[in-house]
């Protein structure tokens, strides 16, 4: 047992922002999009196992595009302690995805600029 | 065997006057039990299986909120004849399993069809129908088990599960949610099977369209909800980990030895992703014309499954994800809650991972919760949830309970192998376990901490060495150190003396010869009984079922009993059974309270 204090509501932050992402991509169908959806089914069990005991609320939610919800996601994400990946074993993969989906964003943006 | 349940059938049909039942969905719920029961005897049933799939739709159907009781004929007697199937099956070895099992789907498949459309309730229907559909696929076009079966499997069953609390917001969220993750999946690979001119383009492009409206309809729903004030209570946290564990499954990496038309097959045939219950649950209306459609084309499909053709599609529609090595436990039946006996649903020494065992522990605590709450001033952990359904939620935290020491029995073995008394021991410790099982907080160490904790549990009762009723047990170790020599015998010795040694031969042959006397199909249950081997291993071994297995073990030790008691040849050997040290009797009586025997004791055999 680690005994590291579980950022419970800040799980929930990501749950929301990715939930809004995914909401916000249904209407896509390719890769990138596929990516947050996975990133959503992530961080819907992290919040579910580690419940927030409180409501949380990201300011601004609903004028986020779906790229600005990755974006604070992942800098949420990369604010808890790596040691927790003994307790979320999906952690690793959580940053990758959010990671990917903001580089590829960013070249898409940038090939289409 | 099921000429009573035709006969049945035949007047389920056609009675001018059938007797009438209040409740058709009780009574239905009675016979899935019973069908369920039959399925057992067959071997071991897993979550994929049409049987599993149809007691989850009927949790559903049942659980669907204000419908009303239907007043229809009784299924009474189908019921009976149906247990009465259960119990020969379970008698007997000489069934063809095959054989028996397809005629199981088709009176299943019958019935289901038959209590669907006495079904006045549009969502109750739809739940009907999931199983019907499941049954008819297995009936008309079986496919094997795969990862992608079982993991919509759980989904159906988070279906059910979340059924009483529908109109829940975060029950809309997450169902939206995890069904986006599904279609997303699905639209993948219809979009790869029709370039591919794997399947039809008019049936891809219908399928790939209808994914993409309904897909827009739970967007609509995501749209309505404000996801910032859920999550705050127990059963938001049931819900989401019910369903987030589900959709992890969906979204994760697919096995790697599964082809994507197995994939793409299994979602054909769940209806992609159950979309009509789905679209119930969100309750947004333009998902429902787009899931009927949905639903529509995988009956389609049903009907003609080689309309997906075998060419190789390209792996890895869906990112590479290292998937949790344990999420495999979380796949395991637990299908049929509140209907199945309380066995474990999942197979004995399943290491369960962290969300499996949390989610145990949550059906548990909501189960007892159900049980001791009042109706009238229901605890958070209640609020909201009909107390017509409390039963079931009693039912779902035994069931929880019993997977969870279902998960650490093997440790028990381990523990107790080559022990004296093995019987007293292992049942202290399986009570020992069921206490640790309802004790076991996860959030005081972590989910993970349950095997440890078991573990810690049996270890402590093991080393206590004193039974409940107070009788010291021999330990394993050793004997005692010699501390006085006495010529050749140390006087205070546990060894026996020589006379006793020859008794001891005696007896041994005796009883050696007792079991070769026995036949064969009682004497190979006794002997791998008397190895230690699980029960469940034994039955697999000689190909019967658990309660056969534990049954014929019964008969064998009654035989020897009767065997070796009638012998006045014998000496002062006296049976066990036979003590009369009250304080082992004592013993053995606290033992038989705990654990009373799951076989009916036969009247006409000698009393024990």
């Known amino acids: 047992m680690t005994g ?10 990501v749950d929301l922002l990715l939930g809004r992402a995914t909401m916000l991509t249904t209407d896509r169908w390719d890769d990138l999009a596929a990516m947050i959806h996975e990133a959503m089914g992530i961080s819907l069990l992290m919040a579910a196992t580690h419940l927030s005991s409180r409501p949380v609320d990201v300011p601004g939610l609903t004028r986020l595009t779906a790229l600005e919800c990755v974006e604070h996601a992942l800098r949420e994400v990369q604010t808890w302690d790596l040691a927790l990946a003994a307790e979320l074993p999906d952690l690793a993969r959580l940053r990758v995805l959010l990671a990917d989906v903001r580089r590829e964003s960013d070249s898409a943006v940038g090939r289409r600029g | 065997m099921w000429q009573a349940v035709r006969r049945e059938l035949a007047r389920l049909e056609w009675e001018a006057e059938p007797p009438l039942t209040l409740d058709l969905m009780a009574d239905w719920t009675q016979t899935v039990s019973s069908l369920v029961t039959i399925r057992r005897a067959l071997g071991p049933i897993s979550t994929a299986d049409p049987l599993a799939l149809l007691a989850t739709a009927t949790t559903g159907a049942v659980r669907t909120a204000d419908v009303k009781p239907i007043l229809a004929p009784s299924l009474g007697a189908v019921n009976a004849a149906l247990a009465d199937v259960g119990q020969d099956m379970a008698a007997r070895t000489d069934f063809d399993r095959q054989r028996d099992a397809a005629t199981l789907n088709h009176v299943a498949y019958e019935l289901v069809h038959w209590v669907r459309v ?3 309730d ?8 999931a199983g019907e559909t499941a049954l008819d696929g297995a009936i ?27 109109a829940a917001p975060i029950v809309r969220r997450s169902v939206a949610l995890g069904h986006l993750a599904i279609l997303r999946n699905s639209h993948a690979l219809v979009d790869e099977a029709r370039s591919a001119g794997a399947l039809p383009a008019p049936y891809a492009d219908a399928l790939l369209s209808n994914i993409r409206e309904l897909a827009r309809a739970h967007q609509t729903t995501l749209g309505q909800i404000d996801g910032r004030r859920l999550g705050a209570t127990r059963v938001d946290q049931a819900v989401m980990l019910q369903v987030g564990t589900a959709v992890r499954q969906l979204t994760g990496r697919p096995e790697p030895a599964e082809p994507s038309q197995d994939r793409l097959d299994a979602l054909l045939r769940s209806g992609l992703g159950q979309a009509v219950l789905v679209a119930n649950l969100t309750g947004e209306p333009s998902a429902h014309r787009a899931a009927a459609r949905i639903s529509q084309l995988a009956l389609e499909y049903l009907t003609n499954p080689r309309m997906l053709r075998d060419i190789d599609l390209p792996e890895a529609l869906t990112p590479p994800v290292p998937m949790e090595p344990n999420a495999a436990a979380a796949r395991e039946p637990r299908a049929s809650a509140g209907i199945a006996p309380m066995q474990p649903t999942i197979t004995p020494g399943t290491v369960l991972d962290g969300p499996s065992i949390l989610a145990l522990c949550q059906a548990r605590d909501l189960g007892v919760a159900a049980g001791t709450a009042d109706p009238a001033n229901p605890p958070d952990s209640l609020r909201g949830i009909d107390p017509e359904r409390w039963p079931q939620l009693v039912a779902e935290g035994q069931q929880a309970v019993a ?19 093995v019987a007293d021991v292992r049942g202290q410790m399986f009570v020992e376990l069921m206490g640790a099982a309802y004790r076991f907080d996860p959030h005081r160490t972590s989910p993970e901490g349950w095997a440890s904790y078991a573990w810690m549990t049996i270890k402590h009762a093991r080393m206590r060495g004193v039974d409940d009723a107070g009788v010291v047990r021999k330990r394993a170790s050793g004997p005692r150190p010699i501390a006085v020599a006495f010529g050749e015998r140390e006087p205070a010795s546990s060894a026996p003396n020589p ?17 070769e006397q026995l036949p064969a199909s009682l004497r190979e249950p006794l002997l791998a009984s008397i190895k230690g081997n699980p029960m469940r291993a034994i039955a697999d071994d000689l190909g019967y079922s658990e309660s056969t297995a534990h049954r014929r073990i019964a008969e064998a030790r009654d035989q020897l009993r009767v065997e070796l008691a009638i012998r006045p040849d014998e000496g002062n050997w006296v049976p066990f059974s036979r003590s009369t040290d009250p304080v082992l009797e004592r013993a053995q009586r606290l033992y038989e309270q705990a654990f009373p025997s799951s076989c009916p004791v036969d009247p006409g055999r000698p009393a024990r």
């Open chain 2, 403 to 421: 997977d969870l020491v279902g998960s650490v029995i093997p440790m028990v073995y381990a523990q107790t192998r080559r022990t004296p008394n």
């Open chain 2, 122 to 129: 549009d969502r109750a229907k739809a739940w009907l129908l």
């Open chain 2, 499 to 515: 006379g006793e040694v020859v008794q001891e031969r005696q007896s041994v042959a005796g009883i050696a010869r007792a079991v």
């Open chain 1, 4 to 13: 590291m204090p579980m950022p419970a509501e800040s799980i929930a932050k």
């Open chain 2, 140 to 166: 008309h076009a079986p496919a094997s088990r795969s990862a992608a079966s079982v993991g919509l499997a759980a989904w159906q069953d988070a279906l059910a599960a979340v059924q009483p609390v529908h």
């Open chain 2, 118 to 120: 006495r079904t006045p």
